[in-house]
Each structure stands twice: as structure tokens, then as C-alpha cells.
């Protein structure tokens, strides 16, 4: 399985922008996709996660109310929508493919590249 971040960039505070992971390979053995973003100096944290058929979702409490992960099943592709972003989401941002919905990392097994989301003040 391999899966590739992109859609990161500079925003200002407030701004919204959506970062995507497109999978190939064997996609039809995950069940769960999942964000997760890692700050200079900080350990990786939990973002956002989502099953196979979009009914379930999670969110990491940084991010609630403010994020939202979808999927497009017919693309392989799982999108992260960031509105009302600050400061501190700044990090690069990393997709995650799995078998159950969790918010630790060692539930998931195959990563993505990262994709930088920088949000000025």
C-alpha cells in the first residue's frame, strides 16, 4: 500500500485549507485511514481517522469542531478539511492506513510522506 499527502502550504490564522492522501496498492485491506501531524520538537499526534464507508469517525480533541475528514471511496483518496486554523496546527501532516479506528499511531501500518501545513499569525 502506498499512499501520498498533498495539498499543504501557508495559510494565515483563521484560513481554511484541505489536504488529501491518495492510496494504491492493495487499499481494499484497510479498513481505517487516518491523519496524524507532527510538530518540530513534539511527537506525533493524532488527528482525525475514518473508516472504510465513512459512517464512523474520530477526532483527536485539538482538532474538534474544526476538522473534518472525509473519503472518496471511487479516488482512494481521504481528505482532511481544516477550517479556523491557528498557529499551533502548524506541523507537517501525515495519512495513515490501518485495520481499526484508534488514535494511537501504532495501530496503523502504512504512512504517507507528509505534507507541510504552515499557519502564520
Known amino acids: 500500500v502506498q499512499l501520498q499527502a498533498s495539498g499543504g502550504g501557508l495559510v494565515q490564522a483563521g484560513d481554511s485549507l484541505r489536504i488529501s492522501c491518495v492510496t494504491s496498492?492493495?487499499?481494499?485491506?484497510?479498513?481505517?485511514m487516518g491523519w496524524f501531524r507532527q510538530a518540530p520538537g513534539k511527537e506525533r499526534e493524532f488527528v482525525a481517522a475514518i473508516n472504510r464507508f465513512g459512517e464512523s469517525t474520530l477526532y483527536g480533541d485539538s482538532v474538534k469542531g474544526r476538522f473534518i475528514i472525509s473519503n472518496d471511496n471511487a479516488k482512494n483518496t481521504v481528505y482532511l478539511q481544516m477550517n479556523s486554523l491557528k498557529p499551533e496546527d502548524t506541523a507537517v501532516y501525515y495519512c495513515?492506513?490501518?485495520?481499526?479506528?484508534?488514535?494511537?499511531?501504532?495501530?496503523?501500518?502504512?504512512w504517507g510522506q507528509g505534507t507541510q501545513v504552515t499557519v502564520s499569525s
Open positions: 495513515a492506513a490501518g485495520y481499526v479506528m484508534r488514535d494511537s499511531s501504532a495501530h496503523y501500518t502504512y
Open positions: 496498492g492493495r487499499t481494499f485491506s484497510n479498513n481505517v
